[in-house]
């Protein structure tokens, strides 16, 4: 095991049981530009409760990343963003970080330790938890992914899809109250994109997905945020946002579909059936 690390005080951690009929995140009127000046977020508002899973959609350069690295104190730094109404100060980052589980989009960005078990170890070991108490999170989270075989195994040499559950096994070993997740399904085939988004489905966390996946939002969103060109300009039931096809048109984004002479093809021969 790595080496240990102070853990903070409980004093600098203020109990969450005096919260739990906030919002798990809460954004208001947040605005950001980056240091060239491009302003990327206008006005942003909206709140996200226990047990939601909601999407966050939008075309490239909409501003979902840039929203995203706000919610733990990446980005940003004052009181338009709050967990279970705690500001994102510097202050409050190191609990803020443990309640809020981000998940990067290549999972070659999480993933740095010679094994899957010392990725898996980092953030509790961070916390000053006692080495006991970080193999037990680890075997968790591992467990809860079904990667619990893959503790010894070189992370470098796992699959994109086996490397994606690692990372939610990182941020899981945290015991967060959010994931929010960038784009969890991109570059999966079938069978891994189908296995995540059971994954998430079974997970008990509140979740923001951002994600260009609209067919994955529809099974496992009820909820869904469309922001485009850093503006919140849509945020409601799943189901009637993607049927407003001249909503989801009007802000680059649309349906899968399969052309009518696809659908009917005729028998299907399967190798092997009998």
């Not at 990327?40 to 996200?48: N, Q, V």
């Not at 226990?50 to 966050?56: I, N, Q, R, S, T």
């Not at 899968?256 to 659908?263: D, F, G, K, S, Y």
Request: hydrophobic share 40%.
């Amino acid at each position: 095991m790595p080496v240990y690390h102070p853990r903070p005080s409980s004093a600098a951690l203020p109990p969450l049981t005096e919260a739990r009929h906030t919002p798990v995140i809460e954004v208001s009127h947040l605005h950001f530009s980056y240091a060239d000046g491009h302003k990327a977020l206008h006005d942003i508002t909206f709140s996200i409760h226990a047990g939601e899973k909601v999407a966050l959609v939008g075309p490239n350069g909409a501003g979902k990343s840039t929203l995203m690295l706000h919610l733990n104190g990446i980005l940003g730094g004052d009181d338009h963003v709050r967990v279970y109404d705690l500001p994102t100060i510097k202050a409050n980052l190191p609990r803020i970080r443990a309640l809020v589980g981000l998940v990067f989009q290549n999972p070659d960005d999480q993933l740095f330790s010679p094994t899957v078990l010392e990725d898996v170890a980092f953030g509790p070991l961070h916390m000053g938890l006692p080495e006991a108490d970080v193999r037990q999170r680890v075997q968790a989270a591992l467990a809860q992914v079904g990667m619990s075989a893959y503790a010894q195994r070189l992370s470098h040499h796992l699959s994109v899809g086996e490397k994606k559950r690692i990372t939610i096994a990182t941020v899981l070993s945290m015991q967060p109250e959010l994931l929010a997740l960038d784009e969890p399904s991109a570059g999966l085939d079938p069978r891994a994109r189908r296995q995540l988004i059971e994954l998430l489905r079974q997970l008990p966390q509140t979740m923001l997905i951002s994600t260009h996946d609209l067919l994955m939002v529809g099974e496992l969103c009820p909820r869904a945020l469309i922001i485009d060109t850093g503006r919140l300009v849509a945020d409601g039931n799943t189901a009637e946002i993607l049927s407003d096809a001249q909503l989801l048109h009007s802000h680059g984004l649309e349906l899968p579909h399969i052309p009518a002479t696809l659908r009917f093809p005729g028998p299907v021969t399967v190798s092997g059936s009998s």
